[in-house]
Nanobody
Framework: QVHLVESGGGLVQPGGSLRLSCTAS????????MEWYRQAPGKGHEFVALIRAGEDTKYADSVKGRFTISRDNAKNTVYLQMNKLKPEDTAVYYC?????WGRGTQVTVSP
């Protein structure tokens, strides 16, 4: 059974940084496209970033230039480095392998 476990969320001031991690098990991680989504209060899931097996990446316009997605296949882990955080980045961030979802990690950006 596939498990995706996110970590690294927290409270940060505007302009600050956080690095999220998602560790996968029960799957062939190295060939999987891995994605980050987020859900702000009262809103639906929003695509944030993806990384393909060949390490091609794609970002939502709202995070381009501020967030960086990367992967470590030896650790079955995908990362989301988030810089220059804004209050509108506040959301629960989820890891997704296009089939399964993690439980999410809360990111709050507030003074």
């Amino acid at each position: 059974q596939v498990h995706l476990v996110e970590s690294g969320g927290g409270l940060v001031q505007p302009g600050g940084s956080l690095r999220l991690s998602c560790t996968a098990s029960g799957m062939v991680f190295s060939t999987a496209t891995m994605e980050w989504y987020r859900q702000a209060p009262g809103k639906g899931h929003e695509f944030v970033a993806l990384i393909r097996a060949g390490e091609d990446t794609k970002y939502a316009d709202s995070v381009k230039g501020r967030f960086t997605i990367s992967r470590d296949n030896a650790k079955n882990t995908v990362y989301l480095q988030m810089n220059k955080l804004k209050p509108e980045d506040t959301a629960v961030y989820y890891c997704h392998d296009r089939t399964y979802w993690g439980r999410g990690t809360q990111v709050t950006v507030s003074p």
